[in-house]
């Protein structure tokens, strides 16, 4: 069960309520990016199973993938990679490499509405390889 989760500056993962609705909006050309990422990349381009997130009370989340929660995350207020403000960052620090070193931003625009960048880390450096949305489930 989803429950509601206290405020989070305004990056509250429960105004998307209990199932956000996810897109893809932009993925980030193969040859600006790391080789050992490109396969990260053709996964998130492709066709995607992929519907969304639900987060949980305890900072937890996974994404939506066929109907089942895969690829846990925990979550916390951060600072963001683009531009230093503050964002919901989802990170993948207990999967198995490359997912570990992925990490997702999230910020409101819009009442149940939040979008952010997939952020990758290779090499000390961080490079945004996509971008998508989170929508409430109407």
Known sequence: QH??????????PADLGDEP??????????????????P?????AGPLPWR???FHADHSGANVVLGRSVAPFRYENGTSDVDG???LLLRYD????PLRAI???????ADGVAIGPIVLESGGARTV?????????R
């Open 94 to 97: 207990a999967q198995p490499w």
């Open 21 to 38: 609705r996810g897109r893809m909006l932009a993925v980030e050309k193969a040859r600006q990016v790391n080789a050992l990422a490109r």
């Open 52 to 54: 969304g997130k639900v």
């Open 103 to 109: 990490h997702d931003e999230l910020r409101t625009v």
């Open 3 to 12: 429950h509601q989760i206290g405020a989070l500056a305004g990056n509250d």
């Open 85 to 87: 403000a503050e964002a």
């Open 40 to 44: 990260i990349l053709r996964m998130i």
């Open 129 to 137: 390889i996509g971008w998508f949305g989170l929508e409430r489930a």
